[in-house]
């Protein structure tokens, strides 16, 4: 099972991007699903993740409400739109699936599958 994440790019401080998280191995709406990400020289973080009973949210402190997280069925995918983008969130985002009802984590120990990462720079 393969994740694909895409979306990344290069930003100015203040813009945004989408990204996306899609797989054909499983259905995610079904499936836990977290976003991670990983600066340069930095350990990878949670970023956010979404559940499948409730759809329940979590988000990591530092997304200050500029983040969300959400699914689209149709397109089996959950994107993570992120707006007012800092220097600081410069990083390789990861999207990552545990296909199993209930809560999400925010830690990547709670996750069996992972994508390859899309490259997010914010700089002016």
């Known amino acids: 099972v393969q994740l694909q994440a895409s979306g990344g790019g290069l930003v100015q401080p203040g813009g945004s991007l989408r990204l996306s998280c899609t797989t054909f191995?499983?259905?995610?709406?079904?499936?836990?699903v977290g976003w991670f990400r990983q600066a340069p020289g930095m350990e990878r973080e949670a970023v956010s993740c979404?559940?499948?009973?409730?759809?329940?949210?979590h988000y990591a402190d530092f997304v200050e409400g500029r983040f969300t997280i959400s699914r689209d069925k149709a397109k089996n995918s959950v994107y993570l739109q992120m707006d007012s983008l800092k220097p600081e969130d410069t990083g390789v985002y990861y999207c990552a699936s545990n296909p199993a009802i209930g809560p999400c984590v925010m830690t990547s120990q709670g996750y069996g599958y992972w994508g390859r990462g899309t490259l997010v720079t914010v700089s002016s």
């Open positions: 979404i559940s499948t009973v409730d759809g329940g949210m």
């Open positions: 191995g499983h259905r995610l709406d079904y499936a836990r």
